[in-house]
């Protein structure tokens, strides 16, 4: 299986990678009191190390940012110190690691803020649900950021993006994705301001591109990508035609140079029923105008993962829930064996299950 794409070295700007088989953000919801990571995230990232690039679970920049209990911070030293645990051991491991850093917006509860409302380009509440005082409840309302605010969100950008390179990460990866923040002044039918945030695409994708700004002059072009999936419709950020904001996102990137760009796709099936991708309008957008390569994610296996780049459709190929329950993913691609089934129900929350006791090929 030498000749196998997805197992040949490449680099994405400055971060070199053994392999094109990419570890999606996985949101696990282990992280400790403080929402520090603990040394089961330490084991677990390190057995993961395989990748060509591990990217983080989405990891909140400053204590106002936060949707979800358990997930992971950077914004304080105790958090750093333990990130660098973690960079340390999958560095042992001869891997590359990034952090995705994360602002959820109106995807949260006020619960989190002591009865405060999350923030958002709007005032109208999401179409999600969060977990909190444990249960699920709908996000709640909330309120729209005044123009003065920006700027302080910005930074927490940026100096989450600081404290990665502390932390020893090899990268940031802005989430400008999944209905979060970022996306909800991207997308057309949430983002209804009438200041310079909003309106044209341009204006729409004003504030994300501060934000990219600010994160590459906080570190190096070089070692920033940035994730998307504007027209996916997630938590309910809906906008019909995403090409003129992506348009306008993809060129006001350009003239960074970054390590690249993360679209997520939509996984489809051809009219015979077998697996396939067709080319995502989206992606070749990105691909033509961002002046980045371009990775891919969104329910690839082997095979198509490997008729990506065999095609010239992306540099690397992200994969998300086959990395839960195969720690080795690279290895089983190049042997071409079965992968490990996952169980769904240990997702998120909880201990070692289904996180860090996934056999691995030489355990079988």
């Known amino acids: 299986m030498a000749d196998l794409q997805l197992m040949t070295p490449t680099e994405l700007g400055a971060i070199p990678l053994r392999n094109r088989v990419v570890m999606a953000p996985l949101t696990r919801n282990r992280a400790g009191e403080g929402r520090v990571p603990t040394e089961l995230q330490v084991e677990y990232y390190r057995q993961r190390a395989g990748a060509g690039l591990i990217?983080?679970?989405?990891?909140?920049?400053?204590?106002?940012?936060?949707?979800?209990?358990?997930?992971p911070g950077i914004w304080n030293d105790e958090q750093v110190s333990a990130?660098?645990?973690?960079?340390?051991?999958?560095?042992?491991?001869?891997?590359?690691?990034?952090?995705?850093?994360?602002?959820?917006?109106?995807?949260?509860?006020?619960?989190?803020?002591?009865?405060?409302?999350?923030?958002?380009?709007?005032?109208?509440?999401?179409?999600?649900?969060?977990?909190?005082?444990?249960?699920?409840?709908?996000?709640?309302?909330?309120?729209r950021l005044e123009t003065h605010e920006i700027p302080q969100i910005v930074e927490d950008f940026a100096a989450a993006t600081r404290n990665a390179q502390a932390a020893g990460f090899d990268g940031v990866e802005v989430h400008a994705a999944n209905g979060y923040l970022l996306e909800q002044f991207l997308a057309a039918d949430v983002n209804d301001r009438t200041d310079e945030y909003g309106g044209s695409p341009e204006a729409r994708a004003s504030f994300p591109l501060q934000v990219m700004r600010a994160v590459v002059g906080a570190w190096s072009a070089d070692r920033v990508g940035v994730r998307l999936s504007l027209g996916n419709g997630t938590f309910d950020?809906?906008?019909?035609?995403?090409m003129p904001t992506l348009r306008a996102f993809a060129d006001g990137i350009a003239p960074l140079g970054l390590a690249y760009v993360h679209m997520l796709e939509e996984f489809v099936r051809d009219a015979e029923g077998v697996d396939a991708f067709d080319e995502d309008p989206r992606t070749a957008l990105l691909r033509e105008r961002a002046n980045a390569p371009v990775i891919v994610n969104g329910g690839y296996d082997r095979g198509t993962g490997e008729s990506a780049i065999a095609?010239?459709?992306?540099?690397?190929?992200?994969?998300?829930?086959?990395?839960?329950?195969?720690p080795d993913l690279p290895a089983r691609f190049e042997q071409g064996a079965e992968l490990n089934d996952w169980d769904q129900s240990t997702f998120y929350g909880g201990g070692a299950e289904g996180y860090t006791d996934y056999p691995t090929l030489d355990a079988v």
């Open 83 to 143: 990130w660098k645990r973690v960079t340390d051991a999958v560095h042992d491991e001869g891997g590359r690691i990034v952090v995705q850093l994360w602002h959820t917006g109106r995807v949260s509860h006020s619960e989190f803020f002591d009865g405060d409302a999350p923030v958002s380009s709007t005032d109208r509440a999401a179409d999600a649900q969060t977990f909190v005082g444990g249960e699920f409840k709908p996000s709640s309302t909330p309120r």
């Open 311 to 326: 095609d010239g459709r992306a540099h690397a190929v992200v994969y998300g829930k086959p990395f839960i329950s195969n």
């Open 55 to 71: 990217i983080t679970e989405a990891t909140v920049v400053s204590p106002t940012a936060v949707g979800y209990v358990d997930t």
């Open 237 to 242: 950020a809906v906008d019909e035609d995403p």
